[in-house]
């Protein structure tokens, strides 16, 4: 993602090429069977189900990408390829489960032999670990480990870009200062966490979260053992306690992992660890990448974000049964500060809604293939409350997604701009897709009498950009394009940083609509505190509901892209858990 605000931060990447950038997620093993001899398993094969099962072991997997991590530091990688990675290399109490489709999203024991003992307040979260869990070294993993290692998340002032979930729900006054300021003997000083004894971890929250253990699934959960914590550095040669290690780093050029020999396969449910050997190349050139893929010179790309339009053109055409087109859990849209006249006025928003051609507007994301369906609303299909295209209060898919001019005029005139206005769409200068949907939209809207002026800024300074309200209301940017995706799935894990007032910020802001909406942040207090998954779910319909009325965002498309899939791999599939990505823990070679 481009720089945004700590536990709002989306996981997007900030890659300058021309590949769309965004993603989400992370997850863990799975598949088993016989091997699959096929030159490829069909288009879609691996969309939400397993494409060659096997539980072969050896080979090389190879990676290939335009864009490095963040970090791979636990703690501050924020890319949802790099958690989806982290996991060669990193263990959590609990993960995601290693299943395609929308059974990935459910919670089960990693490093803990259990979920979480829960008390009946919803405050108290206890875990006993496992077994035979070890460092790369063969000392065993400790409770100690694992709350030093979330207490790296309070280390802001060194540690900063990771999501900072957890500081937030066990630390809400930001009474601890982190461990490097830690006074306490072992630099485990924060009083939320407790550790009796090396095998049990307790977690006790000032108030209760009903979504805690998905953030405890998050890899800035992840323990680090103190005396191998390189602080800065630890991104460049972090501590493994999964079933790989770090070998060779040099950032912006390759990785290669190998075999960490003190993993036991019997000390984890999750992960397989099929291919002896996980490289990484990165390229320049997104258009050069497709081509060593489809060449066959490497497997996956590692940021899961599409293939480039003519990458993607010549493997729709020369090799389809190597291609999945999964939702990526990504809404773009267009939001509308209301700090900026006059979009203070709900007539004048909802004049953009009814007169933006949708069609238009998913043309210039990519088609409904490479782009997605045309959006409705804005919660994406894996969260869970969710409608899909089914909740249309505007009519955006409706007549082939045609602009309703007549109900766009209505509403010019309601909000006292009967002859239209002019505006200025901000929208990233490394964002080619972005810029298209601006030009897309500044057309359509021509037509009812709204000029909107198209300003390219620095995609590289999105926080203090876009992210500083004072500097939206001076630059006049009453129309932002923008994406989200969720950190985990849960409208707490996606919609919160967008649309609760307490997430509005002078700098790093996410909620750029500016929302103030005491019914919507009611209903967010009632969500964290709600364990009826039910009532969740119906809480987060309510809440999608109360934004769409409100008419602050025009979503362009529920994301889809098309990725490449190596004839090579075995035990491919997408989660709904990670936003639509391939679970590389899951991986193996048949060679």
């Not at 288009?43 to 490095?68: E, H, I, P, R, Y």
């Not at 060779?248 to 002896?276: F, I």
């Not at 309200?469 to 919609?495: A, L, R, T």
């Amino acid at each position: 993602m481009t720089t945004q605000r700590n536990s709002g931060r989306r996981r997007q990447v900030a890659a300058a090429a021309a590949v769309v950038a965004a993603l989400l997620s992370t997850a863990a093993c799975g598949g088993g069977g016989s091997d699959d001899k096929s030159s490829a398993a069909g288009f879609d094969a691996a969309n939400n189900k397993v494409a060659n099962a096997s539980d072969k072991k050896g080979g090389t997997l190879k990676f290939a990408g335009v864009q490095d991590a963040d970090s791979w530091d636990t703690t501050r990688g924020y890319y949802g390829f790099a958690w989806n990675f982290m996991r060669y290399y990193s263990r959590q109490l609990v993960t995601s489960a290693t299943e395609p489709g929308a059974k990935g999203t459910e919670l089960v024991p990693d490093l803990a032999t259990s979920k979480a003992k829960i008390s009946a307040d919803g405050k108290t979260y206890t875990y006993t670990l496992r077994d035979g869990i070890t460092w790369e070294d063969g000392k065993p993993i400790t409770s100690k480990d694992v709350k030093y290692g979330i207490e790296r998340v309070w280390a802001q002032d060194v540690l900063s870009g990771g999501p900072v979930y957890l500081k937030d729900v066990l630390d809400p006054k930001g009474e601890y200062q982190g461990p490097y300021k830690d006074k306490d003997p072992e630099k485990l000083g924060l009083k939320a966490i407790e550790t009796p004894d090396d095998k049990t971890i307790v977690f006790k929250l000032p108030s209760a979260n009903s979504d805690f253990e998905e953030m405890l699934a998050l890899t800035s959960a992840s323990p680090v053992r103190q005396d191998k914590d390189t602080k800065s550095k630890y991104g460049l040669r972090p501590f493994s306690s999964g079933p790989y290690k770090f070998q060779s780093y040099a950032p912006n050029k390759s990785l290669k992992l190998v075999r960490n020999e003190e993993w036991k396969q019997s000390s984890d449910p999750v992960r397989k660890a099929l291919p002896d050997v996980i490289t990484v190349n990165w390229f320049t050139n997104a258009d050069s990448m497709d081509n060593h893929l489809i060449a066959g010179d490497y497997d996956l790309d590692i940021n899961q974000t599409g293939m480039s339009p003519q990458g993607r053109t010549k493997a729709l055409k020369e090799h389809k049964g190597n291609l999945d087109n999964p939702v990526s859990g990504y809404i773009r849209y267009a939001v509308f500060p209301q700090i900026v006249k006059p979009f203070d006025n709900i007539h004048c928003r909802k004049a953009v809604l009814f007169g933006a051609d949708h069609k238009s507007l998913q043309t210039a994301r990519g088609g409904p293939v490479a782009g997605g369906d045309i959006g409705t609303n804005m919660l994406p299909p894996s969260v869970p409350g969710s409608e899909g295209q089914k909740y249309d209060p505007y009519g955006m898919a409706q007549n082939d997604g045609k602009p309703d001019l007549a109900k766009a005029k209505e509403e010019l005139k309601a909000c006292g701009k009967p002859n239209g206005f002019k505006t200025t769409i901000a929208v990233r200068n490394n964002k080619p897709v972005e810029v298209a949907t601006a030009e897309s939209l500044q057309a359509s809207l021509k037509k009812v009498g709204i000029i909107a002026d198209i300003d390219q800024y620095d995609g590289s300074q999105t926080t203090g950009i876009i992210g500083n309200p004072e500097v939206v209301k001076k630059k006049n940017y009453g129309i932002i394009i923008m994406g989200w995706g969720p950190d985990f799935p849960s409208v707490q894990g996606y919609g919160q940083p967008l649309w609760d007032s307490k997430y509005i910020l002078s700098n790093g802001n996410n909620n750029y609509a500016m929302i103030k909406d005491k019914a919507i942040d009611g209903l967010f207090d009632d969500f964290v505190t709600e364990l009826d998954d039910a009532k969740k779910e119906e809480t987060a319909t309510q809440i999608n509901h109360k934004v769409m009325e409100g008419a602050y965002y025009l979503p362009f498309v529920f994301e889809k892209f098309v990725n490449w899939r190596s004839s090579e791999l075995t035990n491919v599939y997408t989660t709904d858990a990670y936003s639509g990505q391939v679970d590389f823990a899951s991986l193996g070679v048949k060679k």
